[in-house]
């Protein structure tokens, strides 16, 4: 089969693409495909001749314009099949707000949050109590995120994600375990806890080796496990997605949990958390890649 991975692209989450990119197509070679790595860097029409007589394109970027709908709409407009969520799906979880508020229509429970506009001033006072989390409504991988301990921190980190995004997210902080779920077909795999080595789970920790430690499966008990994979896969349905995602949660000292987001382009490096959880069921990373391009090229998906 033919096939193109994308990777790069304009995001804050460019190296990281181009590391899950060059895996997948590494992947993808060790399978028997025909490989075309395709590094985005502007203008998208510049693609086409790379990607027109494929099978498939297996999408490997992140953040904005990979994971927002933009590049799904381009592809749909082309005929192309591809991997991941489609357009509607990918823009509305890319925004922050609009999931949490539809999860939370659903009876979802997701941290309180307040949203403030770009040109909007920082608020003099905010009814949660602090610490609170301060990031962008439209931003992946912590970029531009900050846990605030007082109002006098407020102001910059307020400053800060805007550098990032138009809607700023300000979000009561659940103190207890930072754990995900990744959804692949119709099925929730094993939970994964982060244990972070910095306050939490930020850029450095994410893709420096061996500055988080995970615990995969969870050290949940078996009742909490499945009710938290059963809401992931809620979410995963009712946001319109598709082939795989990877739904965070903070569960609080009472292990409950609260929905933070859902990633519809879930990383693929070597440090990445959908690829731990399919090696705790048995699965490796080339036969998660082969599984992702089954779910994509099925006439029903």
């Known amino acids: 089969m033919k096939i193109a991975v994308l990777m790069g692209g304009h995001s804050g989450e460019r190296e990281v693409s181009l590391d899950s990119g060059n895996a997948i197509a590494d992947a993808c070679t060790a399978l028997g495909h025909d490989v075309k790595r395709v590094e985005i860097d502007g203008n998208l029409e510049s693609i086409i001749p790379d990607i027109k007589s494929v099978d498939l394109v297996f999408n490997g970027l992140h ?3 990979g994971e927002d709908g933009a590049i799904q709409g381009f592809l749909k407009s082309l005929n192309l099949p591809f991997t991941g969520s489609g357009v509607e799906s990918s823009a509305i979880c890319m925004d922050k707000r609009v999931s949490k508020s539809l999860a939370e229509n659903k009876g979802i429970k997701t941290p309180a949050w307040i949203t403030l506009e770009k040109n909007e001033d920082p608020p003099k006072a905010i009814s949660m109590s602090y610490p609170v989390v301060v990031k962008p409504s439209r931003e992946g991988s ?7 301990q007082d109002s006098g ?32 077909g119709s099925e929730a795999y ?11 789970y930020d850029y450095q920790c994410k893709y420096t080796k061996g500055m988080s430690e995970y615990r995969c499966p969870a050290e949940i008990p078996e009742k909490q496990t499945k009710e938290i994979q059963d809401i992931a896969l809620r979410i995963h349905s009712m946001m319109g997605c598709r082939h795989y995602s990877r739904v965070d949660f903070r569960m609080d000292e009472k292990e409950t ?15 990445s958390l959908l690829p731990k959880s399919a090696k705790a069921k048995g699965i490796s990373f080339n036969q998660l890649i082969e599984k992702l391009i089954s779910l994509a090229i099925q006439k029903v998906s």
Do not use: C, R, W
């Open 142 to 148: 912590s970029i531009g995120l900050s846990i605030v």
């Open 257 to 271: 949990a609260y929905f933070l987001e859902i990633n519809t382009l879930p990383g693929m490096t070597e440090t």
């Open 190 to 200: 094993p939970i994964v806890e982060i244990i972070p080595s910095h306050e939490f």
């Open 63 to 65: 953040g904005t314009g």
């Open 153 to 184: 921190g407020l102001k910059d980190a307020i400053a800060l994600a805007k550098q990032h995004t138009g809607v700023v997210l300000i979000e009561e902080y659940i103190k207890g375990k930072e754990i995900t779920v990744s959804v692949i």
